[in-house]
Structures are given as C-alpha cells and as structure tokens.
C-alpha cells in the first residue's frame, strides 16, 4: 500500500512510519523540515501547494499533526498554537483530498479522549457527548474539519486516543519521571479515570482500521481504564519506588495553569467500535502494558 502520514516524525508517527515500512509499503512522509533519512515531502501545514501530488493515489493519509499540548502554559498564544497545529494541516489536507483526481481510500486524523472533557466515573462510548473545556472544544472542531473528508467519498477516521504508553518515550516518560526519583504519586484525588493505550497496539489498530471498514470517531483506548491511583501504585511497584506521596489539584494548578486538566480530567473511555470491529488488543490490562512499556523483558 502506499500511506502517507502527515506528522510521520513525531513520537506516534515515527513508530508507524518505521512499521509500515519494515512491512514492506510505500510510506510517504510530510514534514515541515526535510528529510534524507526516508521518503518525505515539505509542506508547511496550512498551505495548498505540490505536496498534494504526494496523496494522489495513496491507500491511506494519516494526519497526526499538532504541536506539544503539555509543554508550556496555556496562554491565549499558546492555546492558538495548539489549536491551529490541528486544525490548519486537517483542513489543508482535507482541501487536498477534494482536488485529488486519485483520491484515497481512508483519512485516519488524530483526535483525543480530551473530546470528552471531564466526566467522572461515566462510561464514554463515541456517542457520548463532547465536553465544553479547551481540548474539548477544539476536538469538535478538529473532527468537524475531518469529518468533511467523509463527503469527499473518503472513508473517515478520527482516532480518539488515550495517553499513549511506550518505551519510546511520551507520556510515560513525564509520568514516571517523580516515581523514579521516589517522590511520585496520585494526582489530586487520584480518583480520576486514565484511558491509556499502548503504542504497539495503537500501530497495529491504525492498521487494522486502513483494511476494515470502520468510519467517524474511534476510541483508541485499551479496554481497561484506570483510576489514577491505581496507575500510580502499579507504576511505583514495577519501578520499585513507594507512592506515598501525592500532589494536591491546588499544587498542579498553581504549577501548571490549565494544563493540570489534562491530568486532572477524568475520562473512563471504552473502545466499543474497535472490539464490534474485531480488532485484538495485545495489552488490555495495565500491569502487562506497564510490565512492556517500561522495557523489563
Ligand atoms: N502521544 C499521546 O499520548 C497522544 C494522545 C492523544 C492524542 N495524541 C495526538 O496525536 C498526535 C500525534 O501525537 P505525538 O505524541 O506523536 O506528537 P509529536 O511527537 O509532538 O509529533 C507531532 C507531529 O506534528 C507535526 N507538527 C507539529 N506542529 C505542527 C504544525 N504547526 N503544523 C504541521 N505539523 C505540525 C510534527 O511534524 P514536523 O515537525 O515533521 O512537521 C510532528 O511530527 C497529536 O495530534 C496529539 O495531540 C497524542
């Protein structure tokens, strides 16, 4: 197949690109910078340009474009960074695939859990409803600027992720990062819920989503939320640290700003599309996915 990922040098996009192409296909990446390392493509993610002839008769475009949601505090000029680096490379993408004479079969475009704001103990399917904070606000957009891709006659994809859990890096490296230096513990009350996924399992799921015929928002979720609590005491045992401690809301705020939501955000999100679609988790509970990402084989 020939794939295109628009963000194929990030954390997520680098590991799919490095899959697709150990699995023998054609992947094209589209990058702000160039690349010599692998097939790429400049664009600059908002502009139409000759990077479109790049998806004339691909299989799949995979858009995981968008700037650090936890590096820094959300000022306004920070919230519109965060915002446009969604929003602007979906629409230019989208206007692409409108002009392509050979348009592809699927857009797979990024979205998050963050949709569904902060629920408490509610049980999140892709028909809940959205909640009305920051990420909240800007996931509806983002896959309202997606879902038009749907009427091109592409099938569309918004993938809902969950904190992404690998031994590569991301979230898992900030989250372990206290416990290491044994000073880790619950956030706040602890009592919220954390959807997680592994990475391997959210490579092969885009996978299995290119060939299925699945459409419109996806939870890209492991079939087991937990309570924060739960995931730091889990962590702090596989590292051997205590997790006596913990970080009062007021703290995280006074440190973070805004950006404590996204920690303190309870979203108990299940993959129902993904298990009625027939897709195999490889890691459903959290020890076994903690046990992997953290490289103890
Ligand atoms: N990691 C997670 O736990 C997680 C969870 C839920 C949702 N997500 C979403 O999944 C997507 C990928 O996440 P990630 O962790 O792989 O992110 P990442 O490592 O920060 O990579 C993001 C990619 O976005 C591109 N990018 C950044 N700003 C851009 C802009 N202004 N215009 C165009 N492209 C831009 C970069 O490509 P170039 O620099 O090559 O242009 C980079 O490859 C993001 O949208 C993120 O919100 C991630």
Known sequence: MKIVIAGGTGFIGGQLRKTLFSKGHEVVVLSRKPYQEFPSVVWDGKSSGEWQSAIEGADAVINLCGESIINGRWDMR?????????????????????????????????????????????????????????????CVDWEREASIAQNLGVRTISLRMGIVLSREGGALRHLAFPFRLGIGGRLGSGRQWMSWIVLEDLISMILFLIDSQVFGPVNAVSPQPVRNSDFASLLAGMLKRPAWTFVPRWALGLGLG????????????????????GFKFRFEDLSSALDFALNRH
Request: hydrophobic residues 35%; positive net charge; proline residues 5%.
């Open 258 to 277: 805004e950006v404590s939501a996204v920690l303190l955000s309870s979203q108990r999100a299940f993959p129902g599309k993904l298990e009625a679609a």
């Open 78 to 138: 920070r919230k519109k960074q965060i915002y446009d680096s969604r929003i602007l490379p979906t629409r230019a993408l989208v206007a692409a695939l409108s002009q392509a004479k050979e348009k592809p079969k699927v857009l797979i475009n990024a979205s998050a859990c963050g949709f569904y704001g902060d629920r408490d103990d509610e049980e999140l399917s892709e028909s809940s409803k959205p909640g009305d904070d920051f990420l909240g606000k800007l």
